[in-house]
């Protein structure tokens, strides 16, 4: 069979191609406490007056974007950051609640950079890279040091030490916050240092700008090409190094806990021209979530993991007790995570807990509408704390609640329910976080690097901050010492190439002219998504998937009703752009899906399960990490395994009860 036809055939391995072997080669080969420093010193610097003479894009100016776009300007380097927002303070980093982790053992509860380590790469179930990871854990420290530093006004004790609560996955107390708001003040605290250094002229910041092509010029990363959003103009932009800040792509599956305008343009056009993409199938289902109330909606509401600090999760126990929930008494109801799980309870892993309430909900044990949904309930934390100091903590989070649903959870339990909220997957990345194509750097929840087949919570913070403000601008200069690169203008081929293929896809939406919204379009292809690989997926299911989303692709070009002009602000054109990535994309996902014939953290293959129902990993057959190379538009994608060792954690079976 030829490579550009599309397998009907059972046989998963006939949807894609295997290719070479691929291995991380920059983490030196060293006591994994020393690589870190090792490959710092290793790295080679450049000096500040040649600094000048450099330059560096940078799109995404979310908490991984804006801090590399401040410490690279201030380190010396000329940096364009670009943004689709009206400003880097919308970013979707804002929307983060609950905190930022760090192994600073405040509470001196037995926390160390170890056990952080040991923690992650267990929790994302052993796929993820240990020596990426002990680094996440060793610069965990100095993050929070920095963000104290900027003014970050962080939870305090009443002594006036930081304070600290607990997220899923783990035994101590080492998520730092600032009450619900956390990633809101982390992103001021970062755009006040990329603002010091837009005024100092070393950074030149376009808001409402969108990238839709990389241009790669000689084998290396070297512009970008972007849509002016308000005029519709096309522009080239060059640099010696290209970073993608650009965040993850959970709206694939339309409904989500993501910003709506959160997409994977960015990194799938980089894919295209050659960036391997890691474990795109590696999604994250968040537990605590308000339910979905109708076909009306384009958003889910996240309501943080904190809540399961004091929130208590259950249902009734037998399906047919319709009473309201406080006239339920203490017999009737069951606390399925704190009876199945005893040594974590209710803070059990974001991939435990989701699966536990989708299968008392199978069981018909669900409340609300539909049965779709758990209690999470604070009574004994009112009773045990008082209000006061329930609503110090959480305040705005009960707010939020109360205003979504009109019902008041300081006197009736919660309902929540899982859904789509974060993406393990991203671009491959080696450990100075550069892509398969030199001089393409990736960070934040972009790139696949540290949370393996499940993030902890609290982590993705941490991991976009490390990138930004300690790995990436120590990494960087190894690269870049080899510059300033031959000069690259938008007369050169590769860069009218980029041009012409944004234009020609652009005019193409616009000429369409058929009878279907692009959300039409979006809803039905999140709904696949969701249905087939979502919180469980089958071999069958996924065929199905793969099955409808080529066919919805085909009607996508030539049904789809894109009004307006490209010389406008046109916002049917910009997500008609980004749904015709997440076809792609979604194709790739179920592949990927279908090829990990394994469970492992939220992949969850039913016929890979422990009796017990818990996700049964296969360390003989997919301890790897899977990096996709784009082929060809349809032809089969190209699988890279990069095989994943473990030197310092025990694989093991998960247990968290
Ligand atoms: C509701 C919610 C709550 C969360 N709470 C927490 C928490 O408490 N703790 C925690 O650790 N994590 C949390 N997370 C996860 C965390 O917020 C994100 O993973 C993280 O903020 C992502 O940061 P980022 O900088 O990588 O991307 P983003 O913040 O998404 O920024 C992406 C940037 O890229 C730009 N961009 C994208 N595409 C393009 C393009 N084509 N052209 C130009 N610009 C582009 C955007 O304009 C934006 O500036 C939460 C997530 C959600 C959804």
Known sequence: MTNSEMPDSLDANSFYIEGADIADTKAPQVPIDRRWEERRFGARLVN??????????????????SSAAATLGEAGYNVKCFCYQDSPRRAHSIAAQGGINAAKNYRNDGDSVY?????????????ARESNVYRLAEVSVEIIDQCVAQGVPFAREYGGLLDNRSFGGVQVSRTFYARGQTGQQLLIGAYQALERQIA????????RHEMLELIVVDGRARGVVIRDMVTGGIETHFADAVVLATGGYGNVFYLSTNAVGCNVTATWRAHRKGAYFANPCFTQIHPTCIPVSGEHQSKLTLMSESLRNDGRIWVPKSGEDKRDPREIPEQDRDYYLERIYPSFGNLVPRDIASRAAKNVCDEGRGVGPGGLGVYLDFADAIARLGRPAVETKYGN???????????????????????????MGGLWVDYDLQASIPGLYVTGEANFSDHGANRLGASALMQGLADGYFVLPSTINDYLADGPFPKVDESHPAALEAVEA?????????????????????KELGRVMWDYCGMERSEEGLRKALTRIRELKKEFWSDVRVLGTNEELNQALERAGRVADFFELGELMCIDSLVRRESCGGHFRVESQTPDGEALRDDDGFAYVSAWEFSGDDRRPVLHKEPLVYEYVEMKQRSYK
């Open 397 to 423: 989070l009960f707010n939020m609640y109360a205003q979504i649903t009109g019902e008041d959870p300081y006197q009736t339990p919660m309902r929540i329910y899982p859904a789509v909220h974060y993406t």
């Open 502 to 522: 944004v234009s020609a896809r652009i005019d193409k939406l616009l000429s369409v002219n058929g009878s279907r919204t692009v959300d039409s379009f979006h």
């Open 115 to 127: 056990r952080l380590f040991y923690d992650t790469v267990k929790g994302g179930d052993f796929r």
């Open 48 to 65: 500040p007056a040649n600094r000048r003479k450099l330059s560096v894009i940078i799109v995404g100016s979310g908490l991984a974007g």
């Open 200 to 207: 100092a002229e070393t950074v030149e910041m376009h808001t």
